[in-house]
């Protein structure tokens, strides 16, 4: 197995970094601040980050119309402020929507002359300069160059990825997540179990990056068995779980994700099922099929032995957590393999699926 490994992107974590190396934001003169409209300032991020830049004497404005499944038009929006108010880095504060909105804000705004669908094209300018900065434990969107964009009116969601969009410098502050209701706190956990599990058994997936994917589902899942509604987390399986899910977003950022990703992604946006829970829903599936082959039947038993279960459980227990309730008809399903067929996660497995397998299991778990 090779070690082929890059992850360019400076990391800070614990209690209290953003304070603690608040010089580190000292990368330019003003500040465009990317956010929803809630989470910066429950957690306290945007407070946090508030106080660095005016210590710095930093101008900053927020911009905090992102929200769940960014849009492109929004974060075409964005890059626009960002250039009217001569911004010159961008900070993302947020779940993975608002970090993945503050990569395309970033190569928004220095590419005044594209369209909106035209940042999936090549020959882009290099994007302004990025900090990233979660408040969730989920997508680990700091630790790589992802964002995954919603195409206005189609239903669908697009990966947009350039060399310019890994943060300078991320701040994974285990405090920022500690606000995330229970619900949201289960679907991210979830989220960043796939992206280990997947990255663990994608052929393009290394020594380093199985060992950072084993560590950080063996976190989570010890995580998910504990906790209940009854029994709110303690601060340590919020570090956890947060430390987990920066692991999970480094992985994938060489690997890439299985199946459960392309198939939950209409889910999310037909249904509204978060996306943690909409990609774990699969995951049952995903260890069926893989187990049909030889390589991935031993990638699976090596990874339930090492985070302390067994595939048969993982299969059970990850939808279960999901708890995805859905009906679908015959005719959703066809639209959703016609939205989603031809996503090059498919090939990222050991057992590659075909259309027919695809309408199989949606038909199985939602029929």
Sequence with gaps: MNIDFYM??????????????????????????????????????????SSALDSLGIGFTVFNKIRENPLILTCFEGGTTARNICADFIIGIGGGSSMDAAKAIAAYASNPDIKPEEIFESGLKPSLPLILIPTTAGTGSEGNLISVLSIDGKHCKKNFKSDYSYAKYSFVDPRYTYTLPYYYTVSTALDAFCHCFESYLSPKSSAITRALAVDGARDIWKILCEISPEFPLTYDQRRLLAYAACRGGIVINGTGTGFPHSLGYNLTMYHGIPHGRSCASFTGEYIRYNMLDTEGSR??????????????????????????????????????????????????????INETEMKQIYSKLFG
């Design 8 to 49: 360019p992107v400076k990391i800070f974590s614990g209690e209290g970094c953003v304070s603690a190396n608040q010089n580190l934001f000292d990368i330019g003169k003003k500040a465009l601040i990317v956010t929803d409209a809630e989470s910066a300032v429950i957690s306290g991020a945007l407070e946090d980050v």
């Design 299 to 352: 990638l699976i038993k090596e990874f339930a032995e090492k985070i302390g279960s067994s595939p048969e459980l993982i299969a059970e227990s990850i939808p279960k957590w999901a708890n995805v309730k859905l009906t679908l008809t015959t005719d959703e399903i066809n639209i959703f393999i016609r939205q989603v067929g031809n996503a090059v996660n498919y090939k990222n497995s050991p057992y590659v």
